[in-house]
């Protein structure tokens, strides 16, 4: 589960997966909108994080929350869906999202 608020971890935990061949169960969020995906490294030719965001931006470029701030629910919204995916993926129940990339507008 990548729950991270920065940018250059996000890369390194995907890298980490894609070597190991492990899913990763991404989840961004700000100001009014969440990112949620599966990056499924254990799938050959499956989209990953990189597939997304090929090139970590340049310092500053993206804020962070705590300069950008975010909608107080929002957290608790985005990281229910990632754990809804992360047990789907452990239980092996459902269907996994998988390559497509889930995104909340709470507005």
Avoid: W
């Amino acid at each position: 589960l990548d729950c991270t608020d920065s940018l250059s971890t996000r890369y390194v935990v995907n890298d980490a997966c894609a070597y190991q061949g492990k899913p990763l169960v991404y989840g961004a969020i700000s100001q009014f909108e969440g990112h949620v995906a599966i990056f499924r490294h254990d799938q050959a030719g499956a989209p990953g994080y990189r597939d997304l965001y090929p090139k970590p931006p340049r310092p500053g470029a993206v804020q962070n929350c705590a300069a950008a701030g975010v909608l107080g629910v929002l957290p608790g919204i985005v990281g229910s869906m990632q754990a809804a995916e992360a047990l789907k993926l452990i239980l092996r129940a459902g269907e996994a999202q998988g390559g497509e990339l889930a995104i909340f507008n709470a507005l």
